[in-house]
Nanobody, 124 residues
Framework: QVQLVESGGGLVQAGDSLKLSCAASGRTFGSGAMAWFRQAAGKARDFVAAVTWSGGYTYYADSLKGRFTISRDNAKNTVYLQVNSLKPEDTAVYYC?????????????????WGQGTQVTVSS
């Protein structure tokens, strides 16, 4: 089992930046891809970004490229999501996810482990 705990969310103003963290524990953290998803109230869970085990390859949702940056530090068992120029439409619960394979799917069902989520609220 892998346990994932997100942190770094909060209430911010439009234009601000946030850095979300996801700390992993339990079974070996390495070898698999990690991802961030987000879910706004009443909507489906959407793919945000993902990174391979080495951190050498990243993939982003088309609409979020440029403002979101995913990275990981395997020595710290942590994956990060830097979000710049936040907009009210970025308001959502942000979830960290992990999978045992190193490929990067965008469907939530393809991920094996999930955190509880961290709320990000952006005021205008």
């Amino acid at each position: 089992q892998v346990q994932l705990v997100e942190s770094g969310g909060g209430l911010v103003q439009a234009g601000d930046s946030l850095k979300l963290s996801c700390a992993a524990s339990g079974r070996t953290f390495g070898s698999g891809a990690m991802a961030w998803f987000r879910q706004a109230a009443g909507k489906a869970r959407d793919f945000v970004a993902a990174v391979t085990w080495s951190g050498g390859y990243t993939y982003y949702a088309d609409s979020l490229k440029g403002r979101f940056t995913i990275s990981r530090d395997n020595a710290k068992n942590t994956v990060y999501l830097q979000v710049n120029s936040l907009k009210p439409e970025d308001t959502a619960v942000y979830y960290c996810a992990a999978r045992m394979q190193n490929s990067i799917p965008t469907r939530p069902l393809m991920y094996d482990y999930w955190g509880q989520g961290t709320q990000v609220t952006v005021s205008s």
